[in-house]
């Protein structure tokens, strides 16, 4: 119980890293969040295959800027520390499967003879669908 003269047990303080009313708290840095953004984005784009190219190039505008977030987490009042390590995360990921696609297919089409058996697989379909 409390005297009526004294306030309720916590009335008027504030708790945790809430600021006081009028105050600014921490903002969570731009380029962490465009990290983020562009780093999932990536990812799919390069998983689709059809747009790796376009998941690579994604990806490495999100490493940049994930780079960009990390350093700007460090000044006060600046928060998204996490949020810019999972965009660059995710944009190294994009970028090394991108890169693996690239790599995938250039190989196979460089190889005569997968060539030949994939040209080969197209035509014996093709006799299947004309019966």
Avoid at 7 to 26: E, I, L
Avoid at 96 to 103: N, Q, S, V
Wanted: charged share 15%; proline share 2%.
């Amino acid at each position: 119980m409390t005297a009526s003269n004294e306030p309720a047990r916590g009335a008027g303080t504030t708790t945790g890293r809430r600021p006081a009313r009028g105050g600014t708290g921490a903002k969570t840095s731009a380029a962490a969040a465009f990290s983020l953004v562009f780093g999932v984005a990536a990812l799919f784009s390069t998983l689709t295959a059809i747009l790796a190219t376009i998941g690579l190039i994604l990806g490495i505008i999100g490493i940049i800027l994930g780079v960009f977030g990390l350093k700007m987490a460090r000044r006060p009042g600046v928060t998204g520390r996490g949020v810019a390590i999972g965009g660059l995360v995710l944009s190294i990921l994009a970028v090394l499967l991108g890169l693996a696609l690239a790599a995938g297919i250039s190989t196979f089409a460089n190889n005569e003879k997968a060539v030949n058996r994939l040209e080969q697989q197209v035509d014996d379909l093709r006799d299947k669908l004309d019966d």
